[in-house]
């Protein structure tokens, strides 16, 4: 128990800080923010399997969380049956010949010895595959964006629940982490974090303007929950009565019976929103407990330990008889496809698919400052840097506000220069992070929670 006295240290004053949160600015926030923070949590694990466990550098990381959002809408949004009529059929034959593509390049680079008529073969099979793909997709593509544009304009999903988009989002992200793996994983370490940042940008842009997917940048609303609806629950007996029971000593203070029922109803407005992010919270904690659970016992297996021997010194490992390069592989596709269960659980918390927002500030380096912080190879570590950094990147602005005003008490509210810190509030998060960052990596260069390699 005294090996973990830091990590249960570490994880009682986050959840306090949340809890004070509740407390002193809203219990809505306070579980906004503990959603958020779990599948920042997710997100890291994945960061934190990659470079904690094999030393991989991967900037790609928004790539596979938008990834896992389209994986929700493709899942759930109902077909749009119009746009299936009039090119659906072209689009999925264009799928096929994708894969022939894939699998004909696959056959040469396998069968043919090096030479210049293999590369002419390679280029030809690309080549026309292209053309085809041009002079059938472009038709067809043109038809399905024109049906309702303002409200559909592209294909649809399978019209299933969206939990299951958070296993389609894995395979969608390791299928694109198997590719990139096996094109990128051969170079140096700087090269690699260039490449994977290069790719994800390409994942984006062409969610953002291939409408017929996904709406491009107009955007996909109105995702199907997996819990209860407010305004459902605000009409439900038993939620009411559950608000009423709980809330009883303060409804009881109130005389009129008039007075009592506009309180009643206002508590039930605000309960259902709490009880929707608890239910949210209910299901991400879940994710996270199974994830934390095979994490752990991977990392400390004998595949652990010789992930970690490949990480500390290659060439050593090498000559151990390690595959290396299929280490390294499996690890980065494992990684990514965590990374696409958070894209997913990320849609499926804000109910809308926004290819726009996806910005390497928020989705890529925001993570790897959560891997730092908390501390990279210990799996604890990663999700504690996931909830620290993300509680000071919201609450940055009031914490900043709160001290401004502190401080400047004795100024006039009109005085220039408490205005213009005033104005200044949403950019102290910035401040705030880089000097949170620069004291970690003074005081605590391997982290909050450092990795541990002799735990048993």
Same mark, same amino acid.
């Given at each position: ?72 809408? *493709? ?18 034959? =264009?799928?096929?010949?994708?894969? @022939?593509? &894939?699998?004909? $390049? ?23 595959? @292209? ?15 024109? &049906?309702?544009?303002? %409200? ?50 390409? &994942? ?35 939620? $009411?009565?559950?608000?009423? %029971?709980?809330?009883?000593?303060? @409804? ?23 009880? &929707?992010?608890? =239910? ?29 021997? $490949? ?14 390069? %299929?280490? #390294? ?19 499926? #918390? ?69 205005? #213009? ?9 910035? @401040?705030?992070?880089?000097?949170? *960052? ?16 002799? $735990?048993?």
């Amino acid at each position: 128990m005294k090996q973990y006295a830091n990590v249960i240290t570490a994880y009682a004053i986050m959840i306090s800080l949340i809890i004070l949160v509740g407390i002193f600015q809203s219990w809505n926030i306070a579980f906004s923010i503990f959603n958020l923070c779990l599948i920042s949590a997710v997100m890291t694990m994945g960061a934190n399997i990659q470079w904690g466990y094999a030393g991989l550098i991967n900037f790609g990381i928004m790539g596979y969380t938008a990834l896992g959002g389209l994986a929700a809408v *493709l899942v759930s949004v109902p077909p749009v049956r119009e746009a299936w009529q009039v090119g659906g059929l072209s689009m999925l034959f =264009c799928l096929l010949v994708i894969v @022939l593509i &894939v699998f004909s $390049i696959r056959y040469v680079l396998k069968n043919f010895q090096k030479s210049k008529r293999k590369n002419i073969y390679i280029a030809s099979i690309i080549i026309i595959g @292209l053309i085809i793909l041009r002079v059938v997709s472009g038709p067809a593509i043109h038809s399905i964006e024109a &049906v309702e544009p303002a %409200k559909t304009g592209f294909l649809g999903g399978l019209g299933l629940p969206i939990i299951f988009s958070w296993i389609v989002g894995a395979f969608f992200a390791g299928g694109l982490a198997y590719i990139v793996g096996k094109v990128a994983l051969g170079l140096r370490a700087d090269y690699l974090a260039i490449a994977t940042l290069l790719i994800s940008e390409i &994942v984006i842009a062409v969610i953002k303007h291939e409408d017929w997917l996904a709406r491009g940048v107009k955007n996909v609303i109105g995702l199907k929950r997996p819990v209860p609806y407010e305004v459902n629950l605000q009409s439900e007996q038993w939620f $009411i009565d559950l608000v009423a %029971k709980w809330n009883r000593g303060v @409804l009881d203070l109130i005389s009129t019976a008039e007075e009592k029922q506009a309180a009643l109803s206002q508590l039930v407005i605000e309960s259902s929103s709490v009880f &929707v992010k608890i =239910c949210y919270s209910g299901l991400f904690l879940i994710v996270v407990i199974i994830l934390l659970f095979i994490t752990q016992k991977a990392l400390y297996s004998p595949w652990g330990r010789m992930m970690r021997a $490949i990480r500390d010194n290659e060439e050593a490992a090498n000559a151990m008889g390690k595959n290396v390069v %299929k280490q #390294h592989l499996l690890i980065f596709i494992l990684g990514s496809a965590i990374v696409g269960i958070a894209g997913a659980m990320m849609v499926t #918390h804000d109910g809308l698919f926004t290819p726009g927002s996806y910005r390497p500030m928020r989705y890529t380096f925001l993570i790897w400052v959560m891997v730092i912080v908390g501390g990279s190879g210990n799996n604890f570590g990663a999700i504690l840097g996931g909830f620290a950094v993300w509680f000071l990147w919201i609450e940055a602005a009031p914490i900043a506000l709160f001290l401004i005003n502190l401080f400047t008490s004795g100024l006039a509210d009109t005085n220039t220069f408490k205005l #213009h810190l005033i104005d200044s509030v949403p950019y102290f998060r910035f @401040l705030m992070m880089g000097i949170g *960052l620069l004291l970690i990596m003074r005081y605590r260069p391997k982290g909050i929670l450092p990795e541990k390699i002799n $735990i048993k």
